[in-house]
């Protein structure tokens, strides 16, 4: 009795394979790679297999008005008590996400407490004054 053993096709030595991929782009005949252990994840790195479902997308829980003014205080308190703050500074002291933190800031800048000085990663944020 014969029996089939896939070997890698991207090593040189004879390594067993632990799965068959079929790459295709939707045109013309997909191509077919018996890999090995290491060359397997080497692939999932840059391809994903196909989903059959979609992936449902996480939404940030929403904020209520009175949680929202307490984030709000607290960012203003942050930015009196050391006068020049770059968003890096209130997300790292503050543990809140580096977006809810732009979020704040913009809405201090909006609200005329703050300014804001600066461009994109250079931006710091002063009380106004």
């Known amino acids: ?49 196909l989903r059959t479902a979609p992936v449902p997308i996480s939404k940030a829980a929403p904020v209520s008005d009175e949680q929202w003014n307490t984030m709000l205080q607290s960012t203003y308190k942050y ?25 704040l800031l913009s809405e201090l800048v909006n609200g005329k407490k703050i300014v804001r000085l600066g461009v994109g990663r250079s931006s710091r944020y002063k009380l106004k004054g």
């Not at 045109?27 to 790679?33: F, I, M, S, V, W």
């Not at 890096?88 to 809140?96: A, E, P, R």
């Open 1 to 49: 009795m014969k029996e089939m053993i896939l070997t890698c096709d991207r090593c040189r030595v004879s390594i067993p394979a632990v799965g068959t991929y079929t790459l295709s782009n939707g045109k013309g005949k997909p191509a077919t790679l018996d890999l090995c252990k290491k060359h397997q994840k080497e692939l999932l790195v840059w391809f994903s297999p």
């Open 79 to 103: 930015v009196l008590k050391h006068k020049e703050v770059t968003p890096k500074q209130v997300h790292t002291d503050t543990g809140l996400p580096a977006w809810r933190v732009n979020e």
